[in-house]
């Protein structure tokens, strides 16, 4: 296990954000969930275009169809509490059973759902899931202290301790090469996984007050992430470990949910303020260009992800929605 961190190597920069006068609107559509209570989150796009979400505290996976604007639900074991969910490659539903320490997987034709457990009582929160490319399901385990790898083909679960205590591991992505990005909620670090050898590397920002909640990842490599307790946007090159943040346009503002699009912008939920603030940032220009209201309020947007097929954005809400951005040009 080892830290990266030198401040003699890394380059902080902190520009200033432009006013909402410069801001240039999205287009923002919200569907009511019809499930009340249960709070909808965490959507992927199958191919099929079809929104795929869970429902934490409803104990439940849904579908939503866009063009006829219907929902499905199916049911999961009472006390599961899922969190997450992803589409795989192979056309399963992949979910986190965050309160019943296990991994779902759905044949979304037949409804059959298989139950992987994790390995040990310790790692007894899997969070978020994201697809590697190379076969597995890499996880967060939020307050088990662990990124584990779900082999797909096989079903076995390998976890890596987080060294840092009480790290909390929240967000994660994964590059070209197979390799997780982490933001560690609960100290001020990012977090990666050799996917050859599972070791993992600590990256430890420079303000110690800094809480990385969500990460994404543009062409050029750059790991982005948002600050949620003080604020902030952030990249990390894993070339020169050099890191560039910017104070987000309305201050400690709780940036939450986060993704990019295909042109490399970056978009995230500021979710202090009320209304809930959808926000766009270009790297070639170093701005904030657009800053829309969630027309519900939002609650708080906790997870989204882009489609590029029909460049717009999917996410839900703490107040029973399900949302679509739709970008710019």
Same mark, same amino acid.
């Given at each position: 296990?080892?830290?990266?961190?030198?401040?003699?190597?890394?380059?902080?920069?902190?520009?200033?954000?432009?006013?909402?006068?410069?801001?240039?609107?999205?287009?923002?559509?919200?569907?009511?969930?019809?499930?009340?209570?249960?709070?909808?989150?965490?959507?992927?796009?199958?191919?099929?275009?079809?929104?795929?979400?869970?429902?934490?505290?409803?104990?439940?996976?849904?579908?939503?169809?866009?063009?006829?604007?219907?929902?499905?639900?199916?049911?999961?074991?009472?006390?599961?509490? %899922? !969190?997450? $969910? @992803?589409?795989?490659?192979? #056309?399963? /539903? &992949?979910?986190?059973?965050?309160?019943?320490?296990? +991994? =779902? *997987?759905?044949?979304?034709?037949?409804?059959?759902?298989?139950?992987?457990?994790?390995?040990?009582?310790?790692?007894?929160? %899997? !969070?978020? $899931? @994201?697809?590697?490319?190379? #076969?597995? /399901? &890499?996880?967060?385990?939020?307050?088990?202290?662990? +990124? =584990? *790898?779900?082999?797909?083909?096989?079903?076995?679960?390998?976890?890596?301790?987080?060294?840092?205590?009480?790290?909390?591991?929240?967000?994660?992505?994964?590059?070209?090469?197979?390799?997780?990005?982490?933001?560690?909620?609960?100290?001020?670090?990012?977090?990666?996984?050799?996917?050859?050898?599972?070791?993992?590397?600590?990256?430890?920002?420079?303000?110690?007050?800094?809480?990385?909640?969500?990460?994404?990842?543009?062409?050029?490599?750059?790991?982005?992430?948002?600050?949620?307790?003080?604020?902030?946007?952030?990249?990390?090159?894993?070339?020169?470990?050099?890191?560039?943040?910017?104070?987000?346009?309305?201050?400690?503002?709780?940036?939450?949910?986060?993704?990019?699009?295909?042109?490399?912008?970056?978009?995230?939920?500021?979710?202090?303020?009320?209304?809930?603030?959808?926000?766009?940032?270009?790297?070639?220009?170093?701005?904030?260009?657009?800053?829309?209201?969630?027309?519900?309020?939002?609650?708080?947007?906790?997870?989204?992800?882009?489609?590029?097929?029909?460049?717009?954005?999917?996410?839900?809400?703490?107040?029973?929605?399900?949302?679509?951005?739709?970008?710019?040009?």
């Amino acid at each position: 296990m080892r830290t990266l961190f030198s401040l003699l190597s890394m380059l902080l920069l902190m520009a200033p954000a432009p006013s909402r006068a410069d801001s240039a609107r999205i287009e923002i559509q919200e569907w009511p969930v019809p499930w009340q209570g249960t709070q909808p989150r965490d959507p992927d796009v199958a191919p099929d275009g079809r929104i795929w979400f869970v429902g934490q505290t409803g104990d439940y996976v849904a579908n939503f169809n866009p063009t006829t604007e219907t929902f499905v639900r199916i049911d999961l074991k009472k006390g599961t509490g %899922p !969190h997450n $969910l @992803i589409v795989g490659s192979e #056309g399963y /539903i &992949w979910y986190a059973g965050n309160r019943d320490r296990h +991994i =779902g *997987r759905i044949d979304p034709e037949t409804k059959k759902i298989l139950r992987i457990d994790m390995p040990i009582g310790a790692a007894h929160d %899997p !969070h978020t $899931l @994201i697809e590697d490319g190379h #076969g597995n /399901i &890499w996880f967060t385990v939020q307050h088990g202290n662990f +990124i =584990g *790898r779900l082999d797909k083909t096989n079903h076995k679960i390998h976890l890596v301790p987080v060294t840092t205590k009480q790290a909390r591991p929240y967000g994660i992505i994964s590059d070209p090469q197979g390799r997780p990005w982490v933001a560690l909620l609960g100290t001020n670090k990012l977090a990666s996984v050799d996917p050859k050898t599972m070791q993992l590397t600590e990256i430890e920002l420079p303000r110690p007050d800094a809480r990385p909640r969500r990460v994404a990842r543009t062409s050029d490599g750059r790991i982005w992430y948002v600050d949620y307790a003080q604020g902030y946007l952030g990249n990390y090159d894993p070339d020169t470990h050099k890191i560039q943040e910017w104070k987000t346009p309305n201050g400690n503002s709780g940036p939450y949910a986060m993704t990019a699009d295909d042109k490399n912008r970056l978009w995230f939920v500021e979710t202090i303020p009320h209304p809930n603030r959808f926000i766009g940032f270009d790297p070639a220009t170093e701005q904030f260009f657009s800053q829309s209201d969630i027309p519900s309020g939002g609650g708080s947007v906790r997870h989204m992800v882009f489609d590029p097929q029909t460049n717009t954005i999917w996410f839900g809400t703490d107040t029973q929605r399900l949302g679509r951005a739709s970008l710019p040009d």
